[in-house]
């Protein structure tokens, strides 16, 4: 057993020995950011995988580049002081590749940096990934611009457009994503792994996407550790800048990452009505620990695009400073698929611009009440605790829809002060344990349309003179324990 156990050593010695560090500026690459090293790049990462594996690595310097596909068993090393910055001419993210957009699958621009059906996937180092992304932007504006001047409608499509609507004859999408299909070309993610199996993307600084920054799609374990990404959110702000969206993936750790972006800042995705559900795949075993969130749409986000499900996911331990919202998940009928098993726990909360819990089925407003269907979404048994909040414009909502309220939802050891409350519409067994809601103006919790309604020790330690600390209408099955009830009014 002994011999055997040290030939085992050896091999692995030895199978370890071969995988090689490819120094990028030694190879060749132009350090000064003049010349791109795209193809020198994506040559060395074939080389390598051919070798079963090996690391690029980036001394400091600046490094031109195009889309880069990574192989299984390679690692991206950008030292401390380098910087791969990626071109801005679309051209360059050609050919098309197989890749999910906002919830659907279909044929579009290569992201930044791409791999399909890869194992062991590495981008580390003290470095910078640099988007360029203010080319992407100002398309965006001016494609939306086009679009508002001609009644929804482009007047003609460029070369890519058009290239983009060859590749994508018949694609199915829903009512709600068709008009977006008129841009006929989509920004791609800075970073997406399709069906992809041990990812680490660790420390690195992202900057200025095109688009979403880490978007992972279909993959199994994934871990986003001590990453920085800042995407401006004004001067200019770039539209769609989210940072991590796992999307339909599996067993991922995000922890310890500073995001500050000009939309949400990590959401959870599954995707897009029928064509989410044509696939079926959740995002499940999430757990997102010790992170900083500055602006940004959102904290933490679920959906809209959650068609697969979403379920057993930990947030825990993060601050949440100046975003529009701290957590939300939203949806609405057509997207189908189960949000459940959401556990929040030791959030800190500062100047919220909006509301800092949101809960929301009824995402497209325009939506009617229809016959409860695999088309119908389901938000249920989410819980949030020790919570703490300051400044903030409004507590929050939530608000289900007639054929599928939300239901078990639970806030416990909640401290909020806010200029306005908290509102809960069609909704079932709603739970609150020792919450402070303090209020500027208004009532600090109103029920409508609810049903098993707990309260216990639910107080304001503010609240504007005359004003209420509950107000309840249309509630069946109320119970209120340790309440000034004297604050408590109720109504049919």
Known sequence: ??????????????????ARTFDMKKLGADAEGNKP????????????????????????????????????????????????????VFEDYLPFVTLRWEGTVMQSLSPLIYARGADNLTITGRGTLDGNGLKWWQWEYDTRKV???????????SKLQQMWVDANQGLEVSDYYKPSLERRMFRPP????????????????????????????????????????????SNPKGPNTDGINPSSCSNVRISNCFISVGDDCITIKSGRDADGRK????????????????????????????????????????????????????????????????????????????????????????SVVEPVSERTPIFRDIHLSNITGRDIKRIGYVKGI???PISELSFSNVRMKANEGFKAETATDLRFNDVDFSV???????????????????????????????????????MVIQCDTTLVKWSK
């Not at 051919?50 to 090393?77: C, D, Q």
């Not at 800075?190 to 420390?203: H, V």
């Not at 409508?448 to 069946?476: F, H, I, S, T, W």
């Open 147 to 157: 679009l508002k001047e001609n009644g929804g409608k482009l007047p003609a499509l």
């Open 279 to 366: 696939y079926g795949k959740a995002c499940e075993n999430i757990t997102i620990s010790n992170c900083v969130m500055l602006s940004g749409h959102g904290g933490v986000v679920i959906g809209s695009e959650m068609s697969g499900g979403v379920k057993r996911v930990a947030i825990a331990n993060c601050v949440f400073d100046g975003t529009n919202a701290g957590i939300r998940l939203k949806a609405s009928r057509g997207r189908g698929g189960v949000v459940e098993d959401i556990r929040v726990d030791n959030i800190v909360m500062n100047n919220i611009q909006g509301d800092a819990f949101i809960f929301d089925l009824f995402y497209d407003k325009t």
């Open 190 to 233: 800075f970073i997406q792994f399709y069906e992809c199996s041990n990812i680490l993307i660790e420390n690195v600084k992202i900057i200025n996407s095109p688009y979403w920054t880490v978007n992972p799609a279909f993959c199994d374990n994934v871990v986003v550790e001590g990453v920085t990404i800042h995407n401006p959110s």
């Open 37 to 88: 090293c795209t193809q020198l790049i994506n040559r060395t990462i074939e080389k390598a995988a051919a070798e079963g594996g090996g690391t690029l690595y980036f001394a400091a310097g600046t490094y031109l580049t195009a889309t880069i596909h990574m192989k299984s068993n390679i690692t991206l090393h950008l030292e401390a002081g380098a910087t791969l910055r990626f071109s801005d």
């Open 1 to 18: 057993m002994k011999r055997i156990s040290i030939l085992a050593m050896a091999l692995l010695t030895a199978m370890t020995a071969t």
């Open 440 to 478: 500027e103006k208004g009532t600090a919790l109103r029920f409508n349309r609810c049903k098993d309604v707990y309260m216990n020790d639910v107080r304001a330690k503010k609240l504007a003179d005359g004003q209420l600390l509950v107000e309840m209408e249309d509630v069946e099955n109320a």
């Open 402 to 404: 007639e054929e599928m």
